[in-house]
Structure formats: structure tokens, C-alpha cells
């Protein structure tokens, strides 16, 4: 069966393509419009899909919408009545919003694509999540998690799924609603600390580790248990089910102070920017023990070893880390891209497996579904400008890259096929030598140019993980796909200091020779080279921008900023040096 | 008269430091434009002016964002953000839309020559309404030096690309950005008219469907809600 997954207008619209059960493409719609967190309806994606599969839209077995639209729009009326009269003013932005298109799906989805709307099908939020999580992880048996700032009504779901033989289940048990969710709770955080909500999440991450959680009650306050384990939030402290415009009540400012403008920089140094760094880490911790304690009652429930994780709520690294230590749960999986984007392709799943029963396969366990990196543009790009170029085999290349990487350059590292979801996982990167401060200074200054309080990752080879890593069991495969934070041993934070966090913690992943070999290479050549087999390994973007796809996109970052090494497939080229100089 | 206006708005530092924050946005908006119109052309040369163009940008917003920061560090209190007044003193692109993969390379350097010379035109005026403030007035004057080296090779290229038509060319943009004027104006009035429709609607025909789901709000125990089972099985139905 030909199965298109699609997801769209809220945020990371993309498409995904699966044939006879196996992942052809996927991609984000953003990687090709290049608008960072594109929500349109992606027709790039589609069309990208369905040249990569060879297929026309009418071959197509069904095409799966990673939500249910009407029911989505019943909660907003619903909001909207129950937020009566306090929703006058958001009440036409919301309808106009809703009714303009995102009500039509079917339609829009049949017209653009030319396929008969019975072939048009609707897959739950939730469900398309935990799809995305389980389906794509190699367990037979597992709970599922999911949590996020709202799908249709589901806020956070939980149940447990089964691939036996012949028969594939998902089986969501319970779910909290809207307007009670963890991720509108941590968005709100968000917006209040003067980040861009949807964008700014991490920020809030990273900014917690340099605060204390001082403000855990009041957090509580605003965000309370229930009797039977579950959560509310308490309403009078949030604005976000009224009114589009912001998400925290007067209230919520008596109780926390002032937000933070965000035209104003954070100046740890000062009481207001601890206190805004208290705050990051108080919610850190509220979110975090919720999640822990939700997760224990369902190792519980289920008995069973494994949990699968989906939802915005599920790129919470830190937390992440302590569901893996508290939880009872052995592995955690999260998939690369358990945001909505991931949706596309769960939605896809889901229809393949459960909807059409068809028979369960092994899913590649990889994130490189997107355009390859196209041979030989690299090349005739560079010569435009007169720049250095040559074609290397990897047996050359290789030990080059490593020695550009050891000598301080910072290298803009382009493999293969592009990853789906948020991170970087070693096909789309640009890397650095991890030791020093100086060079994560470097990066933020003339790369990335983002806060300082915002750390960088590394990556390490999978037998190598542990010498330099606290990780508990389960934690390599939850490293996998950056999808945890660890402790870096204390006795070698110093060495790795452009990837150590101020808390002595790093994003690591994990690399398993199989899943990117070149990288995998690359990093124990450099491990011989500097005595250390670990590359500091951030997304291949400026900021404002989506992680580069196609060569040129690749070439022209680099002619913009500090890289100093650009490697597309097996081309190198260097700056000159007058204008590494300028 | 012009003058006076501008001379009103820009004297408000808080007002001023957020417009400059605006603008820094929109120089940097098209700064990726231009990258991605460099992306996207098959001209060598056109690649490399647009990648100029493009860094001039990126430091005009640097520019920008800077001067907005020091007025915000100056100020003696916080203050409710003031009306920014975007629609009576643009930015840069800030009233056009620009669509690059859509646009031929003539097409686009018609675009871009029109916006620069009208931008051009807007700080001009801004370093006059500024004469009171001189370092913001600067920043003005050092954009507005590019901005004729933009409009300069704009035109320029788009003789080179376009030996005949860039009359035609030209004409054709200067009619398209009449247009998507009018279509926005049409639009923003259509909101207005439907935002209207809507918030009327809403206090006559919602107040007893919102009686009902407080009522049933109410109703709804707090915490953990079951899934049916069967909820999710069908997937032709939107619902």
C-alpha cells in the first residue's frame, strides 16, 4: 500500500511517504520553503515525497491527516463559549483563522492533490504521536506517553501498544483536556520569560539549569495535582484559552512579577535575570516531576519495561533524563522527531497498521528521510567564487576533516540524506572541536549568534559513551537521537568544556556505527587525532533559519558566517584565508 | 506637515528603540529573502550581488538592533509599550511581501529596486524627523548609503538580464505592488468588516450556547478522562 501522512497549519507542517509499510521520504515543510517552522500546507513536502516514491497522487492508497479538524474546531468553539464574555476579543480571530482553511482539510487535501475524498483520512493528535513514537521504535510491547500543548481536546494521553503477530495495537487509555496541559503550562513559561513560544522552549531548558527552583510553590499554585494523579491548571493564572494575544494573567504577574521584555537581554548577573533563571528551573521541575510521577503510575498500570514518548513535551531532554532514572521504566524511546512534524509520518503509520491491518515490519531505525546531498554542485559553487575545492575519497577526506577539526576549525559537515525532526543527527551539522569555552563562544558569536546561556551538543561514538558520560542503563538508547541530557564525568568537564553545561550536564548523542558510518569515522579518526572521540555537533543553520538541505543551501550558510570548512558528500572546501581574516 | 508627523512619532525613545527593533526584524527578513534568492538563481553574478546585498542587510539590522538598545538601556522607567505606528513610517520591506521562489531574477531585481528606492525615500525622511538624535539619525544616514548602491545595481542587473523589457519590467512591478496594496487594503478592510460581523454574532447569538458549556464545564470532573476504545477507529470521520 502507498500511504501519504500529512501534517499541517499549527506548526512544522510536513509530509511523509510510506510504501508497503516502509518509510520512502519524509520531510519537513520548512527544509524546503526554507521559512523556519513553516505551518502552510506542504506541498513542497508532498511533491518532494512523491517524486522520491515515483508516484503519482492518484496511486496513492490513502492519504492520512495527522488530525481531526472538526474536532479541533469544536474545542475552540467550546473554549470560546466557556470563556464567555472574556473571549470577545479573540473570539473572530479564532473562527477567521479556523474557518479561512484549517476547517477544510479534506477539501484542500483532494483539490491540491487530485485524489477522491474517500481516500482522505483523519488520524488522532494523540494517535498520531504515539504512532510516530511506537511504530517507529524496535519494541514489541510497550507504554505509550504522549504530552503536548493541545492536539484536538487530548493535552497528554497515556496507554500501552502491541505488535502481535498479525495484529498491531495502539490503545490510548486516558487522556487530560485542554485547557489543562503541560506544554501550554511550559509555553506560558515561555512567553513570560520573553522567548517566542513554539521556538523559545529550549531556552527556558537551558536558562533553568542556571537558576534554582526557589518558585516550585508557586508554580504549584498555578498548576495543581488531582486526586487521581493527574493535573489542572488553575485558569485565573492564564490567559492563553481567552485570548490569542498572551498567555498569562495579571494574576500569574502578582504571583511571579514582572515578565521579562524580550527585547531586553538576560543578565544573569543581575537579581532580575536570576530571577528569571529561578523561574526556568522551577517549572523545569514541576513539568518534570509530573511527567515522572504520571510515568511511575503507568510502569505500574502496565508492568511493562518499555515506554515510548511522544509530543512537543517529549524534547524536555532533562526531563527525559529523570523519567529514565525515576520512572521504573528500563528504555525509553523517543523518536526523532516527536513533535508534529514526527505526526506525518505516525499519522501514516497508524493508517498502514491499524486502520488497513496490514502486517507489522521492522522499522529502520534512523532519522534520514529527507533530500539527499546532490554530488558535484558543492563544487561548481566554490569555483563562482574562486575557492578552494576538491573531490576526495573518504579515505582522504576523512583524516583531512579530522585534522581541520583538531587544529580549531569548525566544519560544516553535509552527508546523505536530511534528518526529520529538530536536531541535527550528524547528516546536517556543523562541527567543532569540544574542548574549550573559547570555541563555543566562537560558535555563538560568529555562527549561531544565540544567548550564552544556551549550551551545544556532542556527539560520540556509541562504545565510547560511557568514558566520558554518566549514563544510566537505557541511557544510550535514549542518547540515540539527542533525546537526553547526562551528566559529563566530572573528571573530564574541563576537556569538554564547549559542550559541558554550567550544571556539568550535556545533550549527548550517541552515534551506533550503522546510522551515519562517515560521521562515525570522522570521530574516530579525531579520536586518535586529539586523544578524545567527540565532536561538539550543532544544527546546520543560522539563527532565524530552518537546518540546511541542498548544497547550495549548505554553501551559502558558510560563505555567511565563521564555518571555516564546508564538506558536502565528498567535496571540502575552505575559505580563503584574507577572508577568514575579514 | 510629513515631517512633523515623523518628527512626533520618532520622539518617543521607547517608541523609537521598538521601531528600531521592527526594522532590525525586517532587515533581517530580507536579508534570508535574499539569501534565498541567491539560493535559488542560476547567475553567477546575480548570486554574489544578492549574497552582498544580503550581508548588507544582516548589518543594518545589527545596526538597528544595537541603537535600539541603547535607547531601551537609557530610558529612566519601564513603560507600557506605545503604539509603534508601523502603517505611517515603514521599514525597509516592511509593507511589501515578497514571494523569491515565484519571481524570475528580472522580476525580482524590478521588486527590489522599487522597495530600495522607496525605502530610500522613507529614511531620507527619518534622518530629517531625527535631527534631534543625532546617533539614531546615523544609523539612518549609514543605511541609507546602501541603499542607493542597492538601488544602483538593481536596476543595473536587471538592464543586463532584461536588454529589452526592463521598461516593461519595471512597469509590471510597480503594477504589482499597486495591486497587492490594493488586495491588502481590500483584506485588511475585509477583516474589519468580518471581525464586526463575527463580534456581533457573538454577543447576540452565543450567550445561551456559552451558558450551556459553563454549565457543562462544570459538570466535567478535573483529572484523567477515559478513551473509548472505539474512538479512534474511525478514520474517515473528521470528528
Known amino acids: 500500500m502507498k500511504i501519504l501522512g500529512i501534517s ?24 524546503l520553503s526554507r521559512r523556519k517552522n513553516d505551518a502552510a500546507f506542504p506541498m513542497a513536502a508532498i511533491e518532494w515525497c512523491l517524486d522520491e516514491g515515483n508516484l503519482d497522487p492518484d496511486e496513492l492508497d490513502a492519504v492520512v491527516f495527522y488530525e481531526r479538524p472538526m474536532l479541533k474546531f469544536d474545542r475552540i468553539l467550546t473554549c470560546a463559549l466557556r470563556a464567555f464574555p472574556h473571549s470577545w476579543r479573540s473570539f473572530p480571530q479564532a473562527m477567521k483563522n479556523t474557518l479561512g482553511e484549517k476547517l477544510w482539510v479534506r477539501g484542500i487535501i483532494s483539490s491540491q492533490l487530485g485524489v477522491p475524498r474517500r481516500k482522505v483520512l483523519f488520524c488522532e493528535h494523540h494517535h498520531s504521536h504515539a504512532a510516530a513514537a511506537f511504530l517507529t521504535a524496535p519494541v514489541r510491547d510497550a507504554a505509550i506517553l504522549t504530552a503536548d500543548g493541545v492536539g484536538e481536546w487530548a493535552a497528554m494521553t497515556v496507554g500501552r501498544a502491541s505488535r502481535a503477530p498479525g495484529k498491531t495495537s495502539i490503545n490510548l487509555l486516558r487522556e487530560i483536556r485542554f485547557p489543562h496541559s503541560l506544554g501550554m503550562l511550559y509555553s506560558t513559561f515561555t512567553a513570560y520569560l520573553g522567548f517566542t513560544v513554539n521556538e523559545g522552549e529550549y531556552k527556558v531548558m537551558g536558562l533553568a539549569s542556571y537558576g534554582r527552583p526557589t518558585m516550585v510553590d508557586a508554580v504549584r499554585k498555578v498548576v495543581q495535582r488531582t486526586a487521581d494523579g493527574a493535573f489542572q491548571l488553575d485558569l485565573a493564572y492564564f490567559d492563553f484559552h481567552t485570548t490569542a494575544k498572551r498567555s498569562f494573567s495579571a494574576k500569574f504577574i502578582d504571583l511571579f512579577g514582572p515578565p521579562r521584555d524580550p527585547l ?60 529514565l532514572q525515576e520512572s521504573g521504566f528500563e528504555r525509553i524511546f523517543v523518536p526523532p522527531a516527536p513533535g508534529d512534524a514526527g505526526c506525518a509520518l505516525g499519522a501514516a503509520l497508524y493508517a498502514d497498521r491499524i486502520h488497513f491491518g496490514n502486517p507489522d515490519r521492522n522499522f529502520p531505525d534512523h532519522p534520514f528521510w529527507g533530500p539527499a546531498v546532490e554530488a558535484g554542485t558543492l563544487t561548481s559553487l566554490a569555483q563562482e567564487d574562486r575557492l578552494p575545492a576538491e573531490e576526495l575519497h573518504d579515505s582522504l577526506l576523512i583524516p583531512r576533516v579530522a ?66 558520560f554518566e549514563l544510566p542503563p537505557g541511557g544510550k538508547r535514549l542518547a540515540k537521537f539527542m533525546s537526553g541530557v547526562f551528566p559529563v564525568r566530572p573528571e573530564w568537564r574541563e576537556k569538554l568544556a564547549a559542550i559541558t553545561h554550567v550544571d556539568g550536564t550535556a545533550r549527548v548523542q550517541i552515534l551506533e556505527p550503522d546510522m551515519a558510518p562517515r560521521l562515525y569515522a570522522l570521530l574516530k579518526t579525531y579520536g586518535l587525532l586529539s586523544g578524545i572521540p567527540i565532536l561538539l555537533n550543532t544544527s546546520f543553520n543560522l539563527a532565524g533559519e530552518p537546518i540546511v538541505n541542498r548544497s547550495v543551501e549548505g554553501y551559502l550558510t558558510f560563505r555567511r558566517c565563521g564555518i571555516d570548512v564546508l564538506v558536502a558528500g565528498q567535496t571540502r572546501v575552505t575559505k580563503r584565508m584574507q577572508e577568514k581574516a575579514a | 506637515m510629513f515631517l512633523l508627523l515623523h518628527r512626533w512619532i520618532w520622539r518617543d525613545p521607547e517608541r523609537c528603540a521598538r521601531k528600531l527593533f521592527s526594522f532590525a526584524e525586517t532587515e533581517a527578513d530580507g536579508g534570508r529573502d535574499l539569501v534565498r534568492a541567491a539560493e535559488l538563481t542560476q547567475d553567477p553574478t546575480l548570486r554574489r550581488l544578492f549574497m552582498v546585498h544580503a550581508a548588507d542587510e544582516d548589518r543594518h539590522a545589527q545596526l538597528f538592533r544595537t541603537r535600539g538598545s541603547q535607547l531601551l538601556r537609557a530610558r529612566p522607567g519601564r513603560a507600557s509599550p506605545p503604539l509603534e505606528l508601523n502603517w505611517v513610517s515603514p521599514g525597509e520591506r516592511g509593507l511589501d511581501d ?73 512597469w509590471q512591478a510597480r503594477l504589482g505592488r499597486l495591486w497587492k496594496a490594493y488586495l491588502r487594503l481590500m483584506s485588511g478592510i475585509a477583516g474589519i468588516m468580518g471581525a464586526v460581523m463575527l463580534t456581533i454574532q457573538y454577543f447576540i447569538l452565543l450567550p445561551p450556547f456559552a451558558f450551556l458549556a459553563k454549565r457543562a464545564a462544570r459538570r466535567e470532573a478535573p483529572g484523567w478522562r477515559q478513551i473509548p476504545q472505539d474512538r479512534a477507529s474511525n478514520m474517515t470521520s473528521q470528528f
Not at chain 1, 509530509?15 to 521520504?25: F, K, N
Request: hydrophobic letters at 45%; one cysteine or more; charged letters at 25%.
Open chain 1, 8 to 31: 499541517a497549519h499549527y506548526h512544522d507542517a510536513a509530509a511523509a511517504l510510506l510504501v508497503d509499510g516502509l518509510p520512502v521520504a519524509a520531510v519537513q515543510e520548512e527544509r
Open chain 1, 264 to 323: 531586553d537581554p538576560i543578565d544573569l548577573t543581575s537579581p532580575e535575570g536570576q530571577r528569571f533563571a529561578d523561574c526556568a528551573a522551577s517549572v523545569q521541575r514541576v513539568l518534570e516531576d509530573i511527567l515522572v510521577e504520571t510515568a511511575k503510575a503507568l510502569h505500574l498500570e502496565t508492568g511493562l519495561p518499555d515506554l515510548c514518548l511522544g509530543g512537543g513535551v517529549a524534547l524536555n531532554g532533562v526531563a527525559n533524563h529523570r523519567l
Open chain 1, 403 to 468: 585534522l581541520d577539526l583538531a587544529e580549531g576549525r569548525i566544519v560544516g559537515w553535509m552527508d546523505g540524506a536530511l534528518e526529520l525532526g529538530p536536531r541535527a543527527l550528524g547528516h546536517r551539522s556543523i562541527l567543532a572541536a569540544p574542548h574549550t569555552v573559547q570555541m563555543r563562544d566562537r560558535l555563538n558569536r560568529d555562527i549561531k549568534h544565540r544567548e550564552e546561556f544556551r549550551p551545544f551538543a556532542p556527539v560520540v561514538p556509541l562504545e565510547d559513551a560511557d568514558r566520558y
Open chain 2, 98 to 170: 515578497l514571494h523569491v521562489h515565484t519571481e524570475t531574477d528580472a522580476g525580482l531585481l524590478a521588486f527590489l529596486h522599487l522597495s530600495e528606492k522607496a525605502a530610500a525615500g522613507h529614511f531620507a525622511t527619518y534622518v530629517q524627523a531625527l535631527k534631534g538624535d543625532p546617533p539614531t539619525s546615523q544609523v539612518f544616514k549609514e543605511v541609507l548609503k546602501d541603499e542607493t548602491f542597492h538601488m544602483n545595481y538593481t536596476l543595473a542587473q536587471l538592464i543586463r538580464v532584461a536588454p529589452n523589457g526592463h521598461g516593461v519590467i519595471l
